[in-house]
């Protein structure tokens, strides 16, 4: 008779979670574990599992009395735990009463190898996220390789990213299979700029959002070590915020020592060649960025050495001798670096005309026009 199901489909169990009855819950729990981990043959999920699908706080803190089961993922899709639910609903006090019950709840994964943590990040959940962070081994990967601070930062849940960056710092460190740090990931988000009255290589007045983005992207560069760390394809952190025409991120990484020469594998640079006139949107944009990062190359600036040249990668010979771009220190050929190519470089303090490369040429002779 435990078995049998009444008119409205319910099972013994089904009627005491309904009536809310404690002691007959219980009871039927003790006598057999089958009776809380029946499987709705509707939607596949767990009673605890409904509960939360229904956001029925009180069903679920009722059926955690009875110290249920909850990491059973029920037939869900993802497989997603109670816990994994609870936490992309932001539910944090049956959050904490599932810890409780089980305090390794967190470090369940679904089909995509994510924990809970994950997924309240990708559901910009402030406060479960601070819940979860604090607890041990927080710093998971999920099947790409990705923490639940690659997947804020790629949300733009920037808030949210800090907070992850500031309690875990060790999520910094971590590659997903693209060989991207979160700093790479930053990089290629959408694109950002400085709020209009304040240049982003002039020091001007910020936005509250870029302020907790310049913020966070301080963490992620003391977490990455090296500013110049480079992700699968080759880019580091600051060309890949210029080629995605990410503004904030590419100065603020030049101000902290990126390298405005790095090529990646597919021999793009930031010193690429971009005409003033007759350019495509994107490239006018990077232009614009261009400029800025030019204002930040400062005398300083080390020379470049090597057995061919920077630019169109002739060998370097008797010959053929070895020329530096006086503003950005690349070493080239003299096609590449002609002679009657020179300007001066009055930033530096050089009054007289020096021998300059095309880019670092047209940013020191034509007045900025954008």
């Not at 039927?28 to 029946?38: H, Q, Y």
């Not at 006090?93 to 089909?111: C, F, G, K, Q, V």
Request: aromatic letters at 4%; charged letters at 20%; a positive charge.
């Amino acid at each position: 008779m435990i078995i049998c199901r009444n008119n409205k489909g319910q099972t013994v169990f089904g009627l005491a979670l309904a009536l809310r009855d404690l002691g007959l819950a219980q009871a039927l729990s003790a006598f057999s574990n089958g009776f809380s981990t029946e499987i709705d043959e509707r939607t596949g999920l767990t009673f605890l599992q409904r509960a939360i699908d229904l956001n029925d706080v009180e069903g679920a803190q009722f059926l955690l009395q009875i110290k249920i089961n909850v990491i059973n993922p029920g037939r869900h899709p993802n497989r997603d735990s109670p816990m994994h639910m609870a936490a992309a609903r932001g539910l944090v006090s049956l959050m904490e009463l599932i810890l409780r019950t089980d305090p390794s709840s967190h470090e369940i994964m679904n089909d995509q190898g994510r924990t809970p943590l994950h997924l309240a990040a990708l559901s910009n959940h402030l406060v479960a996220c601070d819940l979860l962070v604090r607890q041990p081994r927080c710093v998971a990967q999920d099947v790409e390789g990705n923490t639940a601070l690659h997947l804020a930062i790629a949300a733009q849940h920037w808030a949210l990213a800090h907070l992850l960056i500031e309690k875990a710092p060790a999520m910094g460190k971590r590659v997903n299979t693209r060989e991207q740090l979160p700093i790479h990931v930053l990089a290629r988000a959408a694109p950002l700029r400085h709020a209009p009255g304040g240049g982003a290589g002039k020091g001007g007045a910020k936005s509250k959002s870029s302020e907790a983005l310049v913020a966070m992207l301080e963490l992620l560069c003391q977490a990455a070590e090296d500013v110049d760390v480079r992700d699968g394809e080759g880019n580091t952190a600051l060309l890949k915020a210029f080629l995605n025409a990410n503004e904030i991120v590419a100065v603020e990484l030049m101000r902290r020592g990126g390298s405005i020469t790095a090529k990646n594998h597919a021999g793009q640079s930031i010193m690429d060649h971009i005409p003033n006139e007759g350019a495509s949107e994107d490239a006018f944009a990077r232009l614009r960025i261009q400029r800025q990062l030019f204002d930040l190359v400062d005398k300083d600036m080390p020379w470049q050495d090597g057995p061919v040249c920077e630019l169109c990668q002739a060998k370097f010979t008797f010959q053929k001798r070895k020329h530096h771009c006086r503003h950005c220190g690349r070493v080239g050929c003299s096609n590449c670096l002609p002679s009657n190519r020179q300007f001066a470089i009055a930033k530096f303090g050089l009054t007289k005309p020096e021998r300059l490369c095309a880019p670092c040429y047209d940013y020191l002779s034509v007045p900025a026009a954008i």
